[in-house]
């Protein structure tokens, strides 16, 4: 065997198990996209009756509450990002920092400090090798999330925007991750958590525009009520977030895998080529010798029987 027919072979042999590897890749993603729409689809309802709930308690009431009143000259803000911990994702985990990004100078163009919050072994690199400032970051959970992670995600969040932001608080928090709106269609979305707009959150969760929503009685009051609901609200939101997230994470990977073991058979079909060819050059190259070496021996023999 050849030189250049060994070469080809050991590249037809490289690219066959990384064919494997990605192939192995998409049907793991293929399934776990599956559970996670599931967990999506269970999620959302609770998510928008809990909005309804705090928006029907702010409205219903003249109670000024720290998660529901706008700050009247905001100077700082928290962005919360949420990247995936693994790779092999195609952009997916690059497209959020972009969208986080602009959200930043969008911000600070505003004349506002920002104080940024990262999910994903990716966001937290990235933040790194730039020596960007992170106040916090969780890792090891972005392709399964539980409740438990939303609350612990949560938890560093209102209390900063409890706080003043003399003491370390903000008076904004926003959100940015990937929605999952179909198998080939992930979207990277900022919104506002907190505070509240209430206009666009009632028109968000009951289908309204410019609806005034009942007066309502609360025991024992609305500050109390207030203080048990937006927590739950944050953590709710919090969690549907990741779960769009984990469910874009698996559908990009799935894609990526899919694109990335096409490209390895389109491979193995130009090099099996490229190795047929050689191998056939080798033959031709061996029988014209061997012709060559017969005619010499002929035309030797015939010189000696003269």
Do not use: C
Not at 17 to 29: D, H, L, R, Y
Not at 66 to 80: G, Q
């Amino acid at each position: 065997m050849g030189a250049q027919l060994r070469v080809y072979k050991r590249k037809i042999r490289s690219v066959t198990a990384t064919k494997k590897i990605t192939k192995a890749m998409e049907m793991i993603s293929a399934s776990r996209i599956v559970k996670a729409q599931r967990k999506v689809a269970a999620s959302t309802p609770y998510a928008t009756e809990l909005t309804r709930a705090v928006t029907a308690v702010a409205t219903g009431s003249n109670t000024k509450h720290p998660l529901t009143t706008e700050a009247e000259s905001p100077s700082r803000a928290a962005v919360l990002l949420l990247t995936s911990d693994r790779g092999l994702a195609g952009g997916y985990s690059s497209n959020a920092i972009k969208t986080a990004t602009r959200l930043t100078e969008r911000l600070r163009g505003e004349g506002k400090d920002v104080d940024s919050y990262i999910v994903g072994r990716k966001g937290v690199a990235y933040y790194g090798f730039r020596d960007l400032k992170v106040e916090e970051s969780w890792t090891g959970f972005t392709d399964n999330p539980s409740y438990a992670d939303a609350k612990a995600i949560a938890a560093p969040l209102i209390e900063a925007i409890e706080k003043e932001t003399a003491e370390g608080g903000v008076d904004e928090l926003h959100i940015v991750f990937t929605e999952f709106v179909s198998m080939l269609t992930q979207t990277p979305v900022d919104g506002r958590l907190l505070p509240l707009s209430l206009g666009e959150t009632q028109q968000e969760t009951d289908g309204t525009k410019g609806e005034i929503l009942p007066l309502f009685d609360f025991e024992p009051s609305a500050e109390d009520v207030l203080d048990a609901l937006l927590p739950r609200y944050v953590e709710s939101r919090i969690y549907n977030a990741l779960l769009q997230a984990a469910a874009s994470e698996h559908a990009a990977r799935r894609r990526a895998m899919k694109s990335a073991t096409d490209n390895a058979g389109d491979l193995i079909h130009t090099y099996s080529r490229l190795a047929n060819a050689a191998r056939q050059a080798e033959i031709t190259q061996e029988i014209s010798e061997i012709v060559g070496g017969a005619s010499a021996l002929a035309d030797a023999t015939a010189g000696s029987d003269k």
